[in-house]
């Protein structure tokens, strides 16, 4: 099974989440992308459920907030991850993001607060305990999360880091068959 944690302001209908769904269906891999909510405390509930309930041991992909996310879950069930400009709360401003957001594809409105801030600290860890499992994909040029950031929390895992793009990472496309070979451990 392949599950898909969107980003801060995405949902389950990013067209990262819709063509990674599309071409697991090709490939009749179950796929899940759930809609996380905006505290961490219960995205994480929501996914440890999904996760519990998987007929089989999932891979994670996460993309930026979804990223970090997928690195907390990774370690807590002994999962793998591809990570997509992932974040790294230890060297962003989260105090900044305090206010109120928009959902880019629902156009909900939301606010995030300073104990949504404390929930993302509080997952935090200090270190990758199996490199092995993970699979860092990062664009250089992107224009929200240093990459550089995403390189030294991830230093001994896998890199793909290309030149330019943004970040949405708009090679996407091109990793989706390497993300499944990735999930399958081939």
């Not at 040029?141 to 990472?169: C, K, M, W």
């Not at 496309?173 to 993300?179: A, F, P, R, V």
Request: charged residues 20%.
């Amino acid at each position: 099974m392949l599950i898909y944690l969107h980003g801060f302001k995405s949902s389950p209908g990013s067209l990262k989440a819709r063509q990674l769904g599309e071409h697991a269906g090709r490939l009749k891999i179950p796929f899940a992308c759930p809609a996380l909510p905006i505290g961490a405390d219960d995205a994480m509930a929501q996914v440890d459920a999904l996760i519990a309930t998987s007929p089989t041991s999932p891979t994670l992909v996460g993309s930026s907030l979804g990223g970090f996310y997928a690195t907390v879950l990774a370690e807590r069930h002994g999962l793998r991850a591809a990570l997509i400009n992932p974040l790294v709360p230890a060297r962003v401003n989260l105090d900044t993001m305090v206010g109120p957001h928009q959902n880019y594809h629902s156009g909900e409105s939301f606010t995030f607060t300073s104990d949504h801030v404390a929930q993302l600290r509080k997952l935090d860890m200090p270190a990758i305990t199996r490199p092995e499992r993970y699979w860092l994909l990062v664009e250089t040029d992107d224009e929200v999360l240093d990459y550089r950031h995403a390189l030294e929390r991830y230093a001994s895992v896998r890199q793909t880091i290309v030149p330019g793009g943004n970040h949405s990472f708009t090679c996407w496309t091109d990793y989706l068959d390497d993300i499944v070979r990735f999930a399958a451990n081939r």
